[in-house]
Each structure stands twice: as structure tokens, then as C-alpha cells.
């Protein structure tokens, strides 16, 4: 029974994390098409001071916020609401997460 049950919690985590990891490369593709324009690093380093509050900014939000912002816009940042599904901002959202 325990090694059943073992390999039952291990289907469902490789399922989960095939499935977080496909989120993350999609998010990396819609982001490189929607938003490298101003936030992304050149040789390691982010090309403004804009770009680096935009880290900052990351690593001090939670997934939640990160998807309004997203949604909403910033200063010059659009608004995504209307031009990206609710699935490719969770994988944008999943993939920002990764760059730190």
C-alpha cells in the first residue's frame, strides 16, 4: 500500500512539474514578444533604471500583484488585459519569477 501510494504522489509531482515547466517556456516565448522591448537585460545587466525598479519591483511582489500589473499597466507599461489570455499572463507571470 505505501509503495502504491508512493508512486501515485510521484505521478502526479512529475505531472505538475511538467506542467509548471511548460508554463514557464510558454511565459518566456509571450514575453520575449510583448515585453523585452524595455525590460530586458543586455550582458548581464538591465539597460536602465527603469528595468532594474522592474526587479526590484519583481522580487518584492507576490503572483497575485504581478498578474494585475500585468493587467493594469505601469508608468509606460500598457495594459495586457485585453491582448493576452488569462493562461499566457499566468505563464509571463511564472516566467518573471525565473528571472532573478
Known sequence: MT???LAIISVLWLALYSSVQAGIREGKVV?????TQCH?????EW???????FMDYVLRTNEFE???RINRG???CP????LLSEDEIND????IRTLH
Request: include cysteine; hydrophobic fraction near 30%.
Open 3 to 5: 509503495l502504491r501510494l
Open 74 to 76: 505601469g508608468r509606460l
Open 40 to 44: 530586458e537585460p543586455e550582458q548581464g
Open 66 to 68: 504581478l498578474r494585475e
Open 47 to 53: 539597460r536602465d533604471r527603469d528595468s532594474r525598479d
Open 92 to 95: 509571463v507571470v511564472k516566467f
Open 31 to 35: 514575453y520575449h514578444s510583448n515585453c
Open 79 to 82: 495594459s495586457f488585459l485585453v
